[in-house]
């Protein structure tokens, strides 16, 4: 998506060669337009897949998750990073986080993903795919099965686009960052 790749390059920074700072236009501040096109871009790719829950985890996969679940009509559910005290029968997963570096527990009440959903998942990044292990467990659990997944930003250079590929999951991502140099500031992007 060519907005997008123009974002990363002019508003992204880099943390260092592996970590991608997006919180000018998704991880912090929002461009609502570019986030909406986001949207858009997930339905053509979904629309025919019959769809009828898009599930993201909090909290910088709701913008686009939001966006693309508003076009297919569907429900949106964001799957916790703490079980508040409401949640009456929950279902617990554990995910590895790449940036904070500590194993977290994600949790979803379960009467919200039934046996009979189709799950579309979406999320800001794709990079060692732990996140998306751990909302594989808790959607197999809950006997809904994956359609699919959107990611906006898939860091191609981490394991996480092949390891989910290779569970033969749909895997579509808006940009593809091959490679980053932290020093010049340069972004590879993948042809897609
Ligand atoms: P994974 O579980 O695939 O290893 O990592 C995915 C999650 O880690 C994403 O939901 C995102 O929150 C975070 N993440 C991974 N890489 C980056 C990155 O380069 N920049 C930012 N801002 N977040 C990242």
């Known amino acids: 998506m060519k907005a997008l790749k123009n974002a990363i390059e002019t508003r992204g920074?880099?943390?260092?060669?592996e970590v991608l700072k997006v919180d000018a236009f998704l991880n912090h501040q929002i461009d609502c337009s570019l986030v909406d096109e986001m949207g858009n871009e997930f339905y053509e790719h979904f629309k025919n897949k019959g769809i009828t829950k898009v599930v993201t985890i909090e909290s910088s996969g709701i913008a686009p998750a939001y966006a693309t679940a508003i076009r297919l009509n569907v429900p949106l559910i964001f799957i916790k990073k703490t079980q508040p005290s409401t949640m009456i029968d929950p279902a617990f997963a554990e995910v590895f986080s790449f940036?904070?570096?500590?194993?977290?527990?994600?949790?979803?009440?379960?009467?919200?993903?039934?046996?009979?959903?189709?799950?579309l998942f979406i999320d800001d990044f794709l990079a060692n795919g732990c996140a998306l292990e751990g909302l594989i467990d808790i959607v197999k659990s809950s006997?809904?099965?994956?359609?699919?997944?959107?990611?906006?930003?898939?860091?191609g250079f981490q394991k996480g686009g092949d390891l989910i590929r290779?569970?033969?999951?749909?895997?579509?991502?808006?940009?593809?960052?091959?490679?980053?140099?932290?020093?010049t500031g340069e972004v590879f992007f993948r042809e897609q």
């Open 13 to 17: 920074h880099f943390i260092n060669d």
């Open 99 to 119: 940036t904070k570096n500590k194993t977290y527990p994600i949790c979803i009440e379960k009467e919200y993903l039934k046996k009979g959903d189709k799950v």
């Open 143 to 155: 006997g809904a099965t994956i359609e699919g997944v959107g990611i906006a930003i898939e860091k």
């Open 166 to 183: 290779g569970k033969g999951i749909r895997v579509e991502s808006l940009a593809i960052v091959d490679g980053m140099n932290a020093e």
